[in-house]
């Protein structure tokens, strides 16, 4: 599925990349996407919530912080919708990586 406008509007109604602890809803969930990586659904202790964590990578730095005392709530995959606004020289970023793909 292509992103668009309306989905962008979809998921904003639907409060996701919002919330703290288990009220948090992730922008982007594991079922939403094929990947061809592995891909995990872990619950949480801090935020009695299931997580939606993309690679070993998000997984290794869940368990980090899910065991830190420092931190107190943990939010994967939250929207950065601002992106382009906050960064002075745009024009270099490589953001293809993070745009939906069609194969």
Same mark, same amino acid.
């Given at each position: 599925m292509?992103?668009?406008?309306?989905? &962008?509007?979809r998921? *904003?109604?639907?409060?996701?990349?919002?919330?703290?602890?288990?009220?948090?809803?992730?922008?982007?969930? *594991? %079922?939403?996407?094929?990947?061809?990586?592995?891909?995990?659904? *872990? +619950?949480?202790i801090?935020? %009695?919530?299931?997580? +939606?964590? +993309?690679?070993? %990578?998000?997984?290794?730095?869940?368990?980090?912080?899910?065991?830190?005392?420092? *931190?107190?709530?943990?939010?994967?995959?939250?929207?950065?919708?601002?992106?382009?606004?906050?960064?002075?020289? %745009?024009?270099? &970023?490589?953001?293809?990586?993070?745009?939906?793909?069609?194969?």
């Amino acid at each position: 599925m292509a992103w668009t406008k309306a989905k &962008l509007d979809r998921y *904003i109604k639907e409060c996701r990349g919002q919330g703290e602890g288990a009220n948090y809803i992730p922008w982007v969930k *594991i %079922n939403e996407f094929s990947s061809k990586g592995r891909a995990t659904r *872990i +619950h949480g202790i801090k935020t %009695n919530r299931i997580h +939606h964590l +993309h690679s070993d %990578n998000q997984l290794r730095a869940f368990l980090l912080f899910e065991w830190s005392d420092k *931190i107190i709530d943990i939010r994967e995959s939250y929207p950065l919708l601002d992106l382009r606004e906050v960064v002075d020289k %745009n024009e270099d &970023l490589k953001l293809d990586k993070y745009m939906d793909r069609l194969y």
